[in-house]
């Protein structure tokens, strides 16, 4: 299963961007979670926000409120909405799943996202 994330960039503080990561080898639908993370240098990757196979969700504190993480299963594509981006929410995203529940067996490359002020 390949993972592939894409949309980052850079935008000002206020803006919008959406990332997408797309899945090929496996149906998204039958993995049982998908989710993005995200990394600074120096610190710990952090989960942004879930979705699960039956569409529940949840989500960073950080991020409630601005971030939607949806999923498309017919373009076999997740996507992570970030609107009104803040400074503090400039990282690496990646886009993970884990297909049984258990634990993030799948992960993508990173795209970065930066956030100026």
């Known amino acids: 299963v390949q993972l592939q994330a894409s949309g980052g960039g850079l935008v000002q503080a206020g803006g919008s961007l959406r990332l997408s990561c797309a899945a090929s080898?496996?149906?998204?639908?039958?993995?049982?979670?998908m989710a993005w993370y995200r990394q600074v240098p120096g610190k710990q990757r952090e989960l942004v926000a879930e979705i699960s196979v039956g569409g529940s969700r949840r989500y960073a504190d950080s991020v409630k409120g601005r971030f939607t993480i949806s999923r498309d299963n017919a373009k076999n594509t997740m996507y992570l909405q970030m609107n009104s981006l803040k400074p503090e929410d400039t990282a690496v995203y990646f886009c993970?799943?884990?297909?049984?529940?258990?634990?993030?067996?799948?992960w993508g490359r990173g795209t970065q996202v930066t956030v100026s002020s």
């Open positions: 080898g496996r149906d998204i639908a039958s993995i049982y979670a």
């Open positions: 993970a799943g884990d297909p049984l529940g258990e634990r993030w067996d799948y």
